[in-house]
């Protein structure tokens, strides 16, 4: 432990301090002003109050003086896990107060400015949303919510913020079916902007968090109509901006295998459903007069006359260990597979 004599302590860095010391974010310290309040002074304002800092090997800070009155309570800093960005990840999970989180909060963005921290996530859950307005106060900003919780950021340098934006596009599916007989399995939903337009179009969904394409292709046929498929492959994408909530949208047009036949429509949101021939379908005036619908359609078509190659689904494994799956076109995989790029 070691004891600066001083009253007076500055929230930053001084450049011409000579003296060092070293703070952890886990470690008490008083509660600091705002820099805002600060200004420059010399070392003639030491007087005889003791300040306590304790001395750990973890990273060095230089300590200078500032004019207001230190506060004679320390405070209890937030528990943080450093980040691999530069920055602190703080998920509350002990129950508090808005005005002790108010005090904790200020004394640890102190403590990480003297750390150079950038970024600072803070995690709330819905039982604290009562400590919103006190991070709001200290300059978060809302990132992201989720049904239990919601995330919190400030950036704390003053150069350019390079925290990462929230996510920025909805990812859904479309699924081309066709038995022996070239029919296609379609559907004309009860909602939506289809609702009462008399059009059969392809089963449609949206891909869940943590669900693949192709797993998420197989399970909207199945909810919409009953079928038991097989995913084949992708065979076209298309990307739209300003949709869902403003964010973007990724739409893959998947090929799937039909495993059985019998249908049983989903009764919330299908009104009905069944096999329709795949020249019948095209024929419909929506498809006709739209012409992505009909790009579409042509694309489906002509991978069903083998004119079309589409991409293929093949499971592997990330840097990190993760199984997931990268689509590449199957007509040139036994080539892909086979090359060296050793040498």
């Not at 859950?125 to 990132?143: R, T």
């Not at 150069?159 to 066709?178: C, E, K, Q």
């Not at 939903?189 to 059969?200: A, C, I, M, R």
Request: proline share 4%; aromatic share 10%.
């Amino acid at each position: 432990m070691q004891r600066i004599r001083a009253t007076k302590i500055f929230p930053y860095l001084l450049t011409n301090s000579t003296k060092s010391f070293t703070a952890k974010s886990s470690h008490l310290i008083p509660l600091l002003p705002n820099r805002s309040s600060l200004a420059p002074f010399s070392r003639d304002h030491i007087n005889n109050s003791s300040f306590l800092i304790q001395s750990k090997p973890a990273s060095t800070v230089s300590l200078a003086f500032a004019k207001e009155t230190m506060p004679k309570s320390q405070v209890d800093l937030l528990k943080a896990d450093e980040d691999l960005h530069g920055g602190v990840c703080v998920e509350l999970k002990e129950a508090m107060d808005s005005q002790e989180f108010s005090i904790r909060l200020s004394a640890s963005l102190s403590q990480w400015r003297l750390q150079d921290k950038k970024g600072v996530w803070i995690k709330l859950p819905i039982s604290q949303s009562n400590l919103v307005e006190a991070a709001v106060k200290e300059g978060f900003k809302y990132h992201h919510a989720e049904p239990d919780y919601l995330m919190l950021v400030k950036w704390i340098p003053e150069i350019a913020d390079t925290l990462p934006a929230n996510a920025s596009h909805r990812v859904g599916i479309g699924a081309f079916v066709m038995n022996d007989n070239r029919e296609v399995l379609v559907v004309q939903e009860k909602n939506g902007k289809f609702k009462d337009l008399g059009v059969w179009k392809y089963p449609t969904g949206v891909v869940n968090e943590g669900e693949d394409i192709c797993d998420a292709a197989v399970r909207e046929v199945k909810e919409e109509t009953g079928v038991d498929t097989e995913f084949v492959e992708v065979l076209a994408f298309r990307q739209s901006h300003m949709s869902f909530f403003n964010k973007s949208d990724m739409f893959f047009v998947c090929m799937l295998k039909p495993q059985s036949f019998e249908i049983q429509k989903q009764v919330v949101e299908i009104a009905d459903a069944k096999w329709m021939p795949v020249a019948e379908y095209a024929a419909q005036p929506f498809i006709q007069n739209h012409e992505l619908f009909s790009l579409v359609s042509k694309i489906c078509l002509a991978k069903t006359d083998s004119n079309y190659s589409g991409f293929s689904g093949r499971a592997t494994t990330s840097s990190s260990g993760k199984t997931t799956h990268l689509y590449f076109n199957h007509q040139y995989c036994d080539n892909i597979l086979s090359l060296d790029i050793s040498h």
